[in-house]
């Protein structure tokens, strides 16, 4: 069956660091993949999106690379704030999903960032 | 530029009492509609999507059906609550997918059921 891992155990890193977050997925072949942060007690808010043909994405501090050989993506925040705290999400949308436009989310890496 | 709203921003239910969540998106037409689950320290569960009025399809069986009464509203009912329906739900949009696009979410509904 599809399958989207991340990481389940936080991820503590100290202030101006690069944060690294993992997410691999198995049984899939996703035309593009995003990521979202989600605040607790908040909706997921989109911060990327990289397809299938692109290696890699920038967004200021943010960088995401994606590997469909290792079914694999990295998600790079550098220079990391307190305010980069947050969990992190990764979802796909496969090839054929028609007009539905559904998405799979894994279940989210928590990121804690200490000053 | 477009809105989502989501009410109850919070509730408490008794068990075996029926639930309406409401989700309402501005600034758009004919926009795909979602609705999720989330439980405690777990990744987002769809329930329930939509591509247009009247056309619902469920991702997972269970206790909660939804509608979508007019094109820019949907909704989130159930007859009798269980305990296990208890959780944070997320509406989210987004437009009709002929080219690659991302999911815009509400501020989502805390349910406790007692």
């Known amino acids: 069956s599809q399958k989207i891992e991340q990481n389940s155990e936080a991820l503590n890193i100290q202030e101006g660091k690069t944060a690294t977050l993992t997410c691999n997925y198995t049984?899939?072949?996703?035309?593009?993949l995003q990521w979202y942060r989600q605040d607790p007690g908040r909706g997921p808010v989109f911060l990327l999106l990289i397809r299938e043909n692109e290696k890699e994405k920038r967004k200021e501090r943010l960088k995401v690379t994606f590997d469909t050989t290792l079914k694999q993506s990295l998600f790079h925040i550098t220079a990391s704030q307190p305010a980069d705290s947050a969990t992190y999400l990764c979802a796909l949308e496969g090839n054929g999903s028609g007009n539905t436009g559904k998405l799979i989310f894994g279940q989210g890496t928590t990121l804690q960032v200490k000053p | 530029s477009q809105t989502i709203h989501q009410w109850p921003a919070t509730l408490v239910q008794p068990v075996g009492s029926p639930l309406s969540l409401e989700c309402t998106v501005e600034g758009t037409s004919n926009p795909n509609l979602y609705w999720y689950r989330q439980a405690a320290g777990r990744g987002l569960q769809l329930l329930f999507y939509s591509v247009g009025i009247g056309q619902i399809s469920s991702e997972v069986p269970q206790n909660l059906s939804a509608s979508r009464p007019q094109d820019r509203q949907f909704i989130l009912s159930s007859k009798k609550l269980l305990l296990s329906d208890s959780g944070f739900y997320l509406c989210?949009?987004?437009?009709?997918?002929?080219?690659?696009?991302?999911?815009?979410f509400g501020p989502g509904t805390r349910l406790t059921v007692l």
């Open positions: 989210a949009w987004r437009t009709q997918p002929w080219s690659f696009g991302t999911q815009y």
């Open positions: 049984n899939y072949s996703p035309a593009y």
